[in-house]
């Protein structure tokens, strides 16, 4: 079940962890709250009290799955917790986490932000090897390889590292064992990880807008490769001692983590004005008036009218009361669910020449249905700007984006795309024009959805700063 706005690529997953002197439950599930738009499937928590740790999981929106009597007797100052969407492994209840198993070291409990690559590869081994598995997530994968580090008497902070050296892909993970709580990023950094201070402990999560909410204050980013243990009184640190190049996901600054975070030291909101002002300097449109796709492309469409000189106006209202709508088997579904949510503003657009701002586009059958809407609202002219280029591959790091037949760029010249979507032009900004407004270099980002190169050798495809494909 993932958020019916399909011109979008599915969230991940988002995590948290805690280490307080107080009950930790409350605050876990405020944390997670704050990042519900990172997974809206499944919620969980597991905390550390009396020597045994207790935890609640399940399908639906955190203040679904956490409520309740179970909930109200959950106790514990450490603890970690977890917000799904799925990518590897099916949307159903045995796959929601944290997941917790027991180790020679007590029990572990584990929650998982991205994709293992290797993953299939790593569960057919262990299963020739006798090993079972209850889930068929790649974190169950993860968790077990760690219980099975763990059994030595290893250090944790060891047993985490060599564990990650059999990971290859994208993975921020929060780790409690036996009470002890940890983090980890994986040593290209794909996904984004934090810690920060909080008044009466320290934290870890996924996005800095949990230290904000929570009335603390945000420390730093975890570096690649980094892990992290944090305790009531602060946190200890064991780096790589010779990190790669980086791979940061564009895509969290571009659409997926909210404007008010800052990942590995920008703001997410000053990068997306950036990409609007680059999108109106690289494809400028002759219009009366600059509109966002609410909410995903207010940022950019600010941008673009700031730079262009064309007035910003709101061409949408947005029904947020209206039940959850999901991704639906069929076409006619899917605009149905579009018109329930969306309606255009006629005053803003009537016999007006439109410029209508997204973040990006994946399928395109949304923005399709967008346009039209606006041209029966009496809009005279509807141009398509776009503040991520052209998606043309597939990701193999954790946004649901598969196959690259599903993709409006695919097979189509620009002209192809405008007409596709019925609209008098498109634009989107370019790969160059991304990267001045992410201020990171090319070699410490993962394009591979843009560009078709990958910082990781997947079969099949080209890994980048090599010339040919691995067969």
Not at 230 to 251: E, V
Request: charged share 25%; with cysteine.
């Amino acid at each position: 079940m993932v958020e019916m706005m399909d011109d979008h690529p599915g969230h991940y997953c988002g995590v948290v962890a805690m280490a307080l002197t107080n009950n930790a439950v409350p605050d876990l599930k405020r944390a997670l709250r704050v990042i519900q738009h990172r997974g809206q499937e499944a919620a969980g928590i597991a905390v550390f009290d009396n020597n045994r740790t207790s935890y609640l999981r399940g399908m639906g929106l955190v203040h679904e799955v956490l409520a309740g009597k179970e909930y109200e007797n959950l106790q514990g100052n450490n603890g970690i917790g977890h917000v799904r969407y799925s990518t590897t492994g099916s949307s159903c209840a045995q796959n929601c986490q944290p997941i917790v198993v027991t180790s020679a070291a007590g029990e572990v409990a584990l929650g998982h932000n991205g994709d293992i690559v290797n993953s299939d590869k790593m569960r057919a081994k262990l299963q020739a090897d006798g090993w079972a598995f209850l889930t068929t997530t790649d974190s169950e994968i993860i968790v077990r390889i760690l219980a099975n580090e763990l059994k030595s008497g290893q250090d944790p902070v060891k047993a985490i590292r060599n564990t990650m050296r059999h990971l290859d892909g994208a993975f921020s993970l929060v780790i409690m064992i036996g009470g002890k709580v940890y983090g980890c990023r994986d040593p290209l950094g794909f996904r984004p990880l934090c810690v920060g201070k909080l008044r009466n402990g320290y934290c870890l999560a996924s996005e800095s807008a949990v230290f904000d909410i929570l009335q603390g204050e945000f420390i730093r980013d975890i570096q690649p490769g980094e892990v992290v243990e944090i305790t009531k009184d602060g946190f200890t640190t064991t780096k790589m001692s010779n990190p790669p190049r980086s791979a940061h996901c564009m895509f969290e600054w571009v659409y997926f983590a909210r404007p008010d975070s800052i990942i590995d030291g920008r703001e997410v909101y000053d990068v997306r004005k950036k990409l609007g002002t680059i999108l109106a300097r690289e494809q400028p449109a002759d219009a009366d008036v600059v509109i966002p796709v609410p909410d995903s492309g207010r940022s950019h469409a600010l941008g673009y009218a700031i730079a262009s000189g064309i007035p910003y106006d709101e061409g949408f209202m947005k029904n947020r009361y209206v039940e959850r709508t999901f991704i639906m088997p069929e076409q006619n579904q899917r605009e149905e669910g579009v018109g329930l949510k969306l309606n255009p503003i006629r005053s803003t657009v009537l016999g007006k020449k439109v410029v209508v701002v997204d973040d990006s586009l994946v399928r395109g059958t949304t923005l399709r249905k967008i346009v039209q809407m606006l041209r029966h609202a009496g809009a005279k002219e509807v141009h398509v700007r776009i503040g991520c280029p052209p998606i043309r591959a597939p990701c193999y790091y954790g946004i649901d984006m598969r196959t690259r037949e599903q993709f409006a760029a695919t097979g189509r010249t620009i002209e192809q795309i405008a007409e596709y979507l019925t609209a008098d032009s498109v634009g989107y900004t370019s790969v160059k024009g991304l990267q001045d407004a992410l201020d990171v270099p090319e070699q410490d980002l993962c394009l591979a959805c843009l560009t078709g190169e990958y910082p990781t050798n997947i079969p099949g495809e080209k890994m980048r700063f090599q010339q040919r494909l691995e067969v």
